[in-house]
């Protein structure tokens, strides 16, 4: 079982962050409105904590909980009804006051905000958003259940942007008529991101409301990758977590960050083993190539590779066994990753040399000569490997060698991925004993 104290502790902040706007507003985070002047729910938003001002005396739960559902008799708007069955789930989760003899009662919480999804499960503003992030921490079990709701509920935060917040947005009144898309006028601003022009219906979020949803989404995104982060690292086999949720988050997610620290500390103890251990020296045999010069990012290289062994194909080579070799022509860190130089080649056999200066400018055929290397395992799950590249260095100089050509990789597991983080992989570097070179230049 792996601990990662940093996270856990991020997501109870977060958490809390999130509680904290769920209690003390001057009114209710839900948009709760008395729209038409009903006595219970002036009376339930009166001994409500949340709804008058955060009057700790005044509050009373069950008070506010006989007139809630007194109203909910008269109520037949289902937004209304979702925000109502909110306000009763937080106070039941969140907003009880223990000074008063009141409990959390979670299965309560649990009932009530199932009613707001029943009652609304596609549209969105906070009592859905809230509900469905108090029944993910509710209705699961520990270990790949919770990771897999987490990552349920991300998604669908993470599929809302302006437009469709607006068209699926939960009012807070009656609607004084039903609009068409082509009554909703949206325009960008500097400012605010999205302007809205609402022609006749007051209804409509204001670009205050949206932008405050956006930044619950957003804040509530990384929470969710927190939680199931930390929910993986539960499980018995912690990477099969991480690999799922890395999986399901966009390749340009701002959270990818976070599981790859938890891969890395995961994989943490292998690495200083091997460490330890020292790196093994093995000689590669002679061989011929086909190979093409690829340039970009690591992580986009399928394609060159499919039509490598196309060309391979057309040109009846017919690679023996053995695997794709990735050389890394130039310094990562020091380009940006459009201009990455990597020379991806494949075993073929012995006549593919009459090609040779025959396949264009940037592919090619070439003898690789017989060389021994240095070979360093990269554990699955080791999204950073730069610990293991610069022990190799160190090891090499210890032990009298001299690198005589650029890092080159293989990978044995899950390069169909396109994941680097989740593939095991051998880093290898061609040396040669330094009593073995022959050198050359002026002292030579």
């Known amino acids: 079982?792996?601990?990662?104290?940093?996270?856990?502790?991020?997501?109870?902040?977060?958490?809390?962050?999130?509680?904290?706007?769920?209690?003390?507003?001057?009114?209710?985070?839900?948009?709760?409105?008395?729209?038409?002047?009903?006595?219970?729910?002036?009376?339930?938003?009166?001994?409500?904590?949340?709804t008058n001002g955060c009057d700790r005396k005044k509050a009373d739960r069950s008070k506010a909980v006989y007139h809630y559902l007194r109203y909910l008799e008269d109520e037949e708007n289902s937004f209304q009804r979702a925000r109502v069955y909110c306000q009763l789930g937080a106070m039941y989760a969140v907003s009880f006051n223990e000074e008063k003899g009141e409990k959390k009662d979670y299965d309560k919480a649990r009932e009530y905000y199932k009613k707001v999804l029943e009652l609304e499960p596609e549209r969105i503003a906070r009592p859905t958003i809230v509900a469905r992030s108090m029944l993910v921490a509710f209705d699961n079990p520990i270990g790949f259940e919770r990771v897999k709701a987490a990552m349920d509920f991300y998604e669908w935060l993470h599929s809302f942007d302006d437009k469709k917040i607006l068209k699926m947005y939960l009012p807070s009144i009656p609607p004084i008529e039903e609009k068409t898309d082509s009554e909703i006028v949206l325009e960008k601003t500097e400012n605010t991101g999205v302007r809205i022009i609402p022609l006749k219906n007051p209804g409509l979020p204001s670009p205050q409301k949206i932008i405050g949803i956006k930044n619950l989404i957003e804040a509530l995104e990384e929470t969710a990758i927190y939680n199931g982060v930390y929910d993986a690292m539960t499980m018995d086999v912690p990477l099969e977590g991480l690999t799922y949720i890395l999986e399901h988050l966009p390749d340009n997610a701002p959270e990818r960050k976070i599981v790859k620290k938890a891969m890395n500390e995961l994989a943490e103890p292998i690495v200083n083993e091997m460490l330890k251990r020292g790196f093994d020296v093995r000689t590669v045999n002679e061989q011929v190539v086909l190979y093409t010069i690829y340039r970009g990012p690591y992580n986009k290289m399928g394609q060159a590779v499919g039509k490598l062994f196309a060309l391979a194909g057309q040109k009846g080579l017919m690679p023996p066994r053995g695997p794709v070799t990735y050389k890394?022509?130039?310094?990562?860190?020091?380009?940006?990753?459009?201009?990455?130089?990597?020379?991806?080649?494949?075993?073929?056999?012995?006549?593919?040399?009459k090609l040779v200066g025959k396949l264009g400018n940037m592919t090619d055929v070439k003898k690789v000569p017989a060389m021994k290397m240095v070979v360093a395992v990269k554990p699955e799950g080791l999204a950073e490997p730069g610990t293991v590249y610069n022990h190799l260095i160190i090891w090499i100089h210890r032990h009298n060698y001299a690198a005589i050509d650029g890092f080159r990789e293989i990978f044995l597991t899950n390069m169909m991925s396109g994941d680097y983080s989740i593939m095991k992989s051998e880093i290898m570097v061609p040396v040669e004993k330094l009593s073995d070179l022959k050198l050359t230049g002026c002292d030579n």
């Open 1 to 50: 079982m792996y601990r990662i104290p940093l996270i856990h502790t991020k997501t109870v902040v977060s958490l809390v962050a999130l509680l904290f706007m769920c209690l003390c507003y001057p009114r209710s985070l839900y948009g709760l409105k008395n729209y038409d002047n009903h006595p219970d729910l002036a009376k339930a938003m009166e001994f409500d904590g949340e």
């Open 328 to 353: 890394y022509l130039n310094n990562p860190t020091l380009v940006s990753s459009e201009h990455w130089l990597t020379e991806i080649g494949i075993p073929v056999t012995e006549d593919a040399i």
